[in-house]
C-alpha cells in the first residue's frame, strides 16, 4: 500500500480565518513533505519533515505553520493567508530522505483564499 | 543541482508507444533520475527511477544514456488515461537530505 491521505479535499477560508490541512501515511516511512503547487505550475517544496523533526523550510512565509505530531501524520496550519496563497497543497512521505528512496504523493487539498 | 529539460508537449495516438526525452546533462554520479505524472488536478504518480541502468516496471520502462545525460521515458501501449503532465527529475541532495525539484514537464496527449 502506497497510500498518502490528505483533508480536506478542497477549502475555502477567509483571510482572517485559521484553518489546518492534514496529511496521514501509515507505510511506516519517516519523512513528510509539504509542497504547493499553483495553476499550470509545478510543485514547489515548502518544507521537509525527517523522523518528526522540521529539517528544511523553503523560506515559507510564518502564515504557513507545519506541525508532525507523530511519524504517521503531518498537519499544516494556516493563518491569514492572502488569495495569492491559493493553490492546490500536496503532501508526500518517503521511507527517508534518501534520494534513493521514492517520495509518494497524497491527491492533495484544493485551498482558495477569498 | 541537476536542471532537466523536457519538451513543453508531446502527442502519442491510442495503443502506439510513447517515447518521452529527458536531457539531464549536469547530473551527478549519485542523483537518480525519477519520473513522476500528474493527470489534471491529482497529486503527482511516482512512474520510475534509475541510475545507470534501464529500468522496467509494470508501468514503464527508462532508457538511460552510458554517459547519463538524457534518459527516455517509454510507455509501450499508450492509453487515453495516459494524458497528464510527465516530470522528469534529477533526485538531489538540500542540506543532506534528498528533495525533488519539479521542472516544467511535457504534456502528453494521447488521442484516440
Known amino acids: 500500500d502506497t497510500e498518502v491521505t490528505q483533508t480536506p479535499k478542497h477549502l475555502v477560508m477567509g483571510m482572517t480565518n485559521k484553518k489546518s490541512l492534514k496529511c496521514e501515511q501509515h507505510m511506516g516511512h519517516r519523512a513528510m513533505y509539504w509542497y504547493k503547487q499553483k495553476a499550470k505550475k509545478p510543485p514547489e517544496l515548502m518544507f521537509v519533515y525527517s523522523y518528526e523533526k522540521l529539517s528544511i523550510n523553503e523560506s515559507v512565509p510564518s502564515r504557513f505553520s507545519p506541525e508532525c505530531p507523530n511519524s504517521s501524520l503531518l498537519n499544516l496550519h494556516l493563518h491569514a493567508l492572502q488569495p495569492e496563497d491559493s493553490a492546490l497543497y500536496l503532501c508526500a512521505s518517503s521511507f527517508v530522505a534518501r534520494t534513493s528512496d521514492t517520495q509518494y504523493f497524497g491527491p492533495g487539498t484544493r485551498l482558495t483564499v477569498l | ?112
Open chain 2, 1 to 112: 543541482d541537476a536542471k532537466t529539460t523536457q519538451p513543453p508537449s508531446m502527442d502519442c495516438a491510442e495503443g502506439r508507444a510513447a517515447n518521452l526525452p529527458c536531457n539531464h546533462s549536469t547530473i551527478s554520479g549519485n542523483e537518480y533520475v525519477y519520473w513522476y505524472r500528474q493527470i489534471h488536478s491529482q497529486g503527482p504518480q511516482y512512474i520510475i527511477h534509475g541510475l545507470k541502468n534501464n529500468e522496467t516496471n509494470e508501468m514503464a520502462s527508462l532508457i538511460i544514456t552510458e554517459d547519463r545525460k538524457s534518459s527516455t521515458l517509454i510507455l509501450p501501449h499508450a492509453t487515453l488515461r495516459d494524458t497528464a503532465v510527465y516530470y522528469c527529475i534529477g533526485y538531489q541532495g538540500n542540506s543532506g537530505y534528498s528533495t525533488l525539484t519539479f521542472g516544467k514537464g511535457t504534456m502528453l496527449l494521447v488521442s484516440p
